[in-house]
């Protein structure tokens, strides 16, 4: 029977969907196992939640109906046939990797849209294309951006070819899954299995297919069933044509932690029990070599550690040799081709790059060589210029999320998409081209960061659109164009403050072994720091959720997951973590409002466990399990003693200020024809309701405000700011402020004029990066750094002679000594044969050299990856005070300068970076 369509379709388009009639799918399955009837019900599965009608799924061109979907491979007999019709010549998708041609044929009152893969994934990407296109988001399940019905449907008819993807393997790593993927799978979706199993990957493969990944590293912690220990997983990855690898932990396809067993097996000791660990090897490949596998090669302990039975770095380096030339043999036995056939990575990845990189170790030709990022997101190393000619090229793995010292970060999403967005683009630069996977930790609250990734691996034209402006468009994808403007500064300003430091690393402490919090950095001079980022951040919140007031019903769960949870728990543990520590520190200076403090921490930690609560109980419970606020159950997740401070034994008001002590008074600096503001806080010491007023005022100066009370809403105390409007000649001032029956001194110096250009603020100057006259062997990289821009110095640049450098001019008021700070990014070194060095002059001096290389896990780079600086420093014996030059010079490509700091005697303490006075 011919069905008539309600409405025609125009010239130049094929109507899937008319508003009464949705189209069919056929699929071809010519040498395509299950995948494209999967594929099929996949694409059915997207037009009946656009149209509210089912199409018919079949395998037969016959029973297409008057419009359909055919998808299948090039050769397929239905597909060659339409080609034919269409005169189309499908011979050039031969032996091409993942991709297809799309086009519409009409004959005899049917219209064919044929989606014709060069491989499998191919045609599976042309449905997943289509399914885009039509308006059904990547993350329509696994973060509920359920599609909306549509009146009509309808795609261009003009021929397409899909382009061939950059990188050729690309995937992620589910990881660490304890606290998010596990127990959600084993309580909440597939409770039938208790565990990650076939139902689960499934709606993983899913999602790698819209993401269009094609290579899973499977969950592999001892919570987790092997991939292999379940039959059913291996076959459903061959049905959704996903390639199959393991960690660097896992040399082939080997889960140690749960399928080793020491008391039946001996020790997991290749010096001590050789046949024992390849016969377990050469079982494993015996199962998998019916499917598409990738085979990690050398060898580890038996969980993420070094090897047993090597006691030296020669000796590792023998076993390691040893090792991957009788796993290759064992893959040609097995296969019985060519061990070179079989696709191989071996992943350097901490004690493994140290053996590569310490000479001696072969690794064969045809193997991928594959560099780590140091946990953080810092690439450890790239190929050399010879490495690069290998014919099984290099591969990154990447860490979104992590366990480990110095500190996970398990529970939020936080790398900055501009980082990923350098390092990634380093790693593209410098030929890593054959095979990028992600540590994605849970899928959630990762979503939009993997997205990221593979789209950067999918098609290297991303790197051409700037973070921000994908960032924009994955959220216009999500929630509309309406939103993504105002969506997109929140989240950039989520990462921007996470890049100075990520949540889970509020509490100043490290693990492995675990140490307890101590007090914030941020408090550690007069609490001005914290209270900014405590500000930022309920900014941020106050926003995200105005915008959730206006988010349509059907997207709320998916901006809750997106968006919102991860700004306003990230803001509250921020908010819970240093307003404790303003409470001990203004407990000390005897204010009244530590005990508000204290109960506006409460109230903050409160909001975690409210909103992870609502987030595991959105759409009927559907992620019952996935969101744990405190993963590892470390110091910083814990619910803190809440103290109760005494009343303090003083009286009547104080003024806070952090200034310079002049004439045995604590004094604001200002510099006379720059206009300046300074923090002031008016206070009480005892829980008393006092009224305060502007006593004395100067001209050139003003109060944000002239009155006020202190009372219980605001803690008592009341934050200012006096304005300096740069009118004022140099010389002492004293202002004051009545408060109760006190008179409060403030005083202030004018300092003398400066030249234009950055100057001395308070003991302090900042200098931008990308601010000086920079020479041409720098290149600056907006969006990045504490300050929004970076200087880099060329990839290509040769190490060793000075290259051209950054010019920089500042102005200093005083002459004293202090210390000259270089804050690079924590970057490494492009390869063994280069550095991380850079040349400092000032004003004409001698040339001095910083190094910001550091060695392993050492302490210097604990403390750089958690704080995303690496410092080198200059001590000054005396600055004299006038007009001053630097001079940086590149020694080293790739070394990336965040800002230069002259911090003189006596300046404030400061975590981050001082914003430099315009």
């Not at 339409?82 to 005169?87: D, N």
């Not at 993350?139 to 950059?166: F, G, M």
């Not at 597939?190 to 990957?201: L, M």
Request: glycine letters at 10%; proline letters at 6%; a negative charge.
């Amino acid at each position: 029977m011919i069905v008539a369509f309600a409405a025609p379709a125009f010239a130049g388009e094929v109507v899937l969907y008319d508003g009464a009639r949705v189209a069919n799918i056929v699929h071809d399955d010519r040498d395509a196992g299950r995948t494209l009837n999967l594929a099929a019900d996949l694409l059915a599965r997207d037009l009946t939640s656009l149209s509210g009608r089912t199409p018919n799924v079949s395998g037969k061109v016959r029973e297409c109906g008057e419009v359909c979907v055919v998808v299948g491979l090039y050769d397929a007999p239905q597909i060659r046939r339409l080609a034919g019709l269409a005169g189309e010549n499908l011979s050039g998708l031969k032996g091409q990797w993942e991709i297809y041609r799309r086009f519409a044929v009409r004959d005899g009152g049917t219209t064919y849209l044929v989606i014709a893969g060069s491989d499998r994934r191919g045609a599976v990407y042309g449905t997943v294309d289509l399914s885009r296109q039509l308006g059904v988001s990547p993350w329509e399940w696994w973060a509920d951006v359920t599609p909306r019905r549509q009146d009509r449907l309808a795609i261009d008819d003009a021929p397409l070819t899909s382009k061939t993807p950059s990188v050729q393997y690309r995937g992620m790593f589910l990881n660490d899954e304890d606290w998010g993927l596990e127990p959600w799978a084993a309580e909440t979706f597939d409770p039938a299995t208790g565990n990650i199993g076939p139902k689960t990957y499934a709606k993983v493969f899913e999602l790698m297919w819209r993401l269009k990944a094609n290579t899973v590293w499977p969950a592999m912690h001892t919570i987790s069933t092997p991939f292999y220990g379940n039959k059913g997983n291996p076959p459903l990855a061959e049905d959704y044509a996903v390639v199959v690898g393991t960690s660097h932990a896992e040399p082939m396809m080997r889960n140690n932690l749960r399928e080793w067993d020491e008391h039946a097996r001996g020790a997991f000791d290749f010096t001590r029990n050789r046949p024992a660990i390849l016969e377990y090897w050469r079982q494993r490949v015996r199962e998998g070599k019916s499917f598409d596998n990738i085979y990690t090669v050398g060898l580890r302990g038996i969980h993420d550690g070094p090897m047993q039975g090597a006691n030296s770095m020669a000796e590792r380096q023998a076993v390691l040799q040893t090792v991957i030339g009788l796993q290759r043999d064992i893959l040609k036995q097995v296969y019985k081709r060519p061990a070179q056939t079989v696709p191989q990575v071996y992943v350097a990845y901490h004690e493994l790059q140290e053996a590569y990189d310490a000479g001696g170790l072969t690794i064969p030709d045809d193997v991928t060589l594959m560099w780590a990022d140091d946990n953080y997101g810092y690439i450890r190393r790239f190929s050399t210029p010879e490495e690069r000619e290998r014919s099984g090229g290099g591969g990154i793995y990447y860490h979104l999320s992590y366990w480990g010292r110095p500190h996970d970060y398990l529970w939020l999403g936080t790398t900055h998409p501009y980082l990923m967005h350098e390092q990634m683009g380093r790693a593209w630069d410098l030929k890593a081209r054959r095979m990028w996977i992600a540590n994605v930790g849970d899928i959630k609250p990762i979503e939009y960061l993997t997205q990221y990734f593979l789209d950067l691996a999918f098609d290297a034209e991303t790197f051409k659109q700037t973070p921000r402006d994908y960032l924009s468009g994955f959220m216009t994808e999500q929630f509309g164009a309406d939103h993504a403007a105002e969506i997109t500064d929140i989240m950039m300003g989520y990462y921007d403050l996470a890049f100075e430091r990520k949540p889970e690393f509020m509490g100043f402490g490290q693990t492995e072994w675990v140490n307890q919090n101590r007090r914030s950095d941020y408090v550690r001079g007069d609490g001005e720091e914290a209270q900014a980022r405590i500000r930022a951040y309920a900014d941020l919140t106050a926003r995200a959720e105005a915008v959730a007031e206006n988010i349509p019903a059907d997207r709320r769960d998916a901006y809750f997951e997106l968006v919102l949870y991860p700004v306003r728990t990230s803001a509250a543990l921020n908010e819970r973590v240093l307003k404790l520590d303003l409470a001990d520190l203004y407990a000390g200076q005897g204010r009244a409002g530590p005990n508000l403090y204290v109960a506006q921490a409460k109230d903050a930690h409160a909001v975690i466990v409210r909103d992870t609560e609502t987030y595991n109980s959105l759409n009927g419970g559907k992620w019952r399990g996935m969101m744990d606020m405190a993963p590892r159950h470390l110091p910083v997740f814990e619910e803190p003693a809440w103290p109760n401070w005494s009343a303090s034994v003083k009286l009547g008001c104080d003024l806070a200020v952090t200034g310079q002590w002049y004439n045995d008074n604590n004094t604001l600096p200002f510099v006379a024809g720059r206009p300046q503001s300074r923090p002031v806080t008016v206070f009480g010491h005892r829980e008393t309701r006092l009224t305060w007023q502007a006593g004395t005022n100067s001209a050139g100066f003003t109060l944000s405000s002239t009155s006020g009370e202190l009372n219980a809403a605001n803690g008592y105390e009341q934050r200012l700011t006096l304005h300096y409007d740069g009118s004022a000649a140099p010389g002492d001032r004293t202002l004051t402020v009545k408060c109760g029956e006190q008179d409060l001194p403030l005083y202030v110096r004018v300092l003398p004029a400066l030249p234009d250009g950055a100057a001395e603020d308070n003991r302090i100057v900042t200098l931008r990066a990308t601010a000086g006259e920079i020479g041409p062997d720098w290149q600056t990289i907006e969006g990045l750094g504490s300050l929004g821009s970076v200087l880099r110095a060329r990839l290509d640049l040769p190490s060793g002679p000075q290259g051209t450098p950054a010019v920089y001019s500042f102005s200093t008021s005083t002459e004293v000594g202090g210390v000259l700070k270089v804050i690079a990014l924590p970057t490494h070194a492009l390869d063994p044969g280069k550095g991380v060095r850079v040349a400092v002059q000032l004003d004409g001096g001698p040339v001095q050299v910083l190094d910001f290389a550091t060695l392993g896990r050492s302490d210097a780079w604990k403390n750089n990856v958690l704080t995303n600086t690496a410092v080198g420093t200059l001590p000054l014996k005396l600055l004299t005070k006038g007009q001053h030059e630097i001079r940086v010079y590149p020694l080293d490509p790739g070394v990336t300068l965040d800002r230069i700091e002259i911090d003189l005697d006596r300046a404030p303490y400061h975590y981050g970076a001082v914003e430099p006075q315009p």
